[in-house]
Nanobody
Framework: QVQVVESGGGLVQAGGSLRLSCEVS?????????MDWFRQAPGKQRELVAG?????RINYADSVKGRFTVSRVGTTAYLQMNSLAPEDSAVYYC????????WGRGTQVTVSS
């Protein structure tokens, strides 16, 4: 059974940094076509933050370009978040395409002003 588990969330002051991790288990590295980070704030729709494909192609939402960096090592993806702002507060989810979509349960990120 494929599982996706996020970690690394927490409370940070504005301007600070956090590094999220997304670990995929139950499948081989070659089955993971892409790994994407989404976030959802209260009362808002879930939005794509960043993604990385098996070939290394990367994309970012405009709102995080220059501040967030997505990377992947084996079956683990990372989201380095710098210069955090209160509007970045949300539950961050990881989705892995293996090739069907498998979602994690999310990790809370709270940025205080």
């Amino acid at each position: 059974q494929v599982q996706v588990v996020e970690s690394g969330g927490g409370l940070v002051q504005a301007g600070g940094s956090l590094r999220l991790s997304c670990e995929v288990s139950g499948t081989s590295i070659f089955s993971i076509r892409s790994m994407d980070w989404f976030r959802q704030a209260p009362g808002k729709q879930r939005e794509l933050v960043a993604g990385i494909t098996i070939s290394g192609r990367i994309n970012y939402a405009d709102s995080v370009k220059g501040r967030f960096t997505v990377s992947r090592v084996g079956t683990t993806a990372y989201l380095q978040m710098n210069s955090l702002a209160p509007e970045d507060s949300a539950v961050y989810y990881c989705k892995a395409d293996v090739p069907f979509a498998v979602w994690g349960r999310g990790t809370q990120v709270t940025v205080s002003s």
